[in-house]
Antibody, heavy 129, light 107 residues
Framework: QVQLQESGPGLVKPSQTLSLTCIVSGGSVSRGSYYWTWVRHPAGKGLEWIGRIYTNGNTNYSPSLKSRLTISIDTSKNQFSLDLSSVTAADTAVYYC?????????????????????WGQGTMVTVSS | DIQLTQSPSSLSATVGDRVTITCQAS??????LNWYQQKPGKAPKLLIYDASNLEAGVPSRFSGIGSGTGFTFSISSLQPDDVATYYCQQFESLPLTFGGGTKVEIK
């Protein structure tokens, strides 16, 4: 049973960098067919996708965060990380790491599955001086 | 970006009622849509993938249907444990996007 656990500071000062790590247990981040991803949930708002990384290091970022965002993966430690620079109060949210289960059907040349199937418990990050 | 519009934004129903939520996509997304349940203080949970496929271990009272731009999520017989916010999410193109959510409560 794969489990994900976010870790990082709960309070970050404005203009500084928010850094979180997601530790993966019960499975390997090196295994193909999965993306490793970050989602955030500001209070009173909906879910916002931040970005994702594949085991080979390829990344996709939300355009709204791309200029401030770095997602990396450490296969030796079986974890992946998020760095969001120049934070403001608008970055205050619960941050979730998750796994995207991805399956491409080579017979029909279509994506057969791409779903957030395993989630961490989430970590609250407040941006405040 | 593909916008997903959910309606209603909230609803209140009686135990045993059938509950229906709609999700409208701003462009054709085929069947590239998932549904999640999020209980207060908890992470979202995958219920339905590819618009209509029930995730393993999810009760059969949950279902989904749709293709193109219009999708529907249903709970056939609402249970007290179903109190949550439900989100649709598309994976037709990046960036991945979620609907605004529908909060389901018990009358």
């Amino acid at each position: 049973q794969v489990q994900l656990q976010e870790s990082g500071p709960g309070l970050v000062k404005p203009s500084q960098t928010l850094s979180l790590t997601c530790i993966v247990s019960g499975g390997s981040v090196s295994r193909g067919s999965y993306y490793w991803t970050w989602v955030r949930h500001p209070a009173g708002k909906g879910l916002e996708w931040i970005g994702r990384i594949y085991t080979n290091g390829n990344t996709n970022y939300s355009p709204s965060l791309k200029s401030r965002l770095t997602i990396s993966i450490d296969t030796s430690k079986n974890q992946f990380s998020l760095d969001l620079s120049s934070v403001t109060a608008a970055d205050t949210a619960v941050y979730y790491c998750a796994r995207i289960d991805y399956f491409y059907d080579t017979n029909s040349y279509t994506v057969a599955r791409e779903a957030f199937d395993v989630w961490g418990q989430g970590t609250m990050v407040t941006v405040s001086s | 970006d593909i916008q997903l519009t959910q309606s209603p934004s909230s609803l209140s129903a009686t135990v045993g009622d059938r509950v229906t939520i709609t999700c409208q996509a701003s462009q054709d997304i085929n069947n590239y849509l998932n549904w999640y349940q999020q209980k207060p203080g908890k992470a979202p949970k995958l219920l339905i993938y590819d618009a209509s496929n029930l995730e393993a271990g999810v009760p059969s009272r949950f279902s989904g249907i749709g293709s193109g731009t219009g999708f529907t999520f249903s709970i056939s017989s609402l249970q007290p444990d179903d109190v949550a916010t439900y989100y649709c999410q598309q994976f037709e193109s990046l960036p991945l996007t979620f609907g605004g959510g529908t909060k389901v409560e018990i009358k």
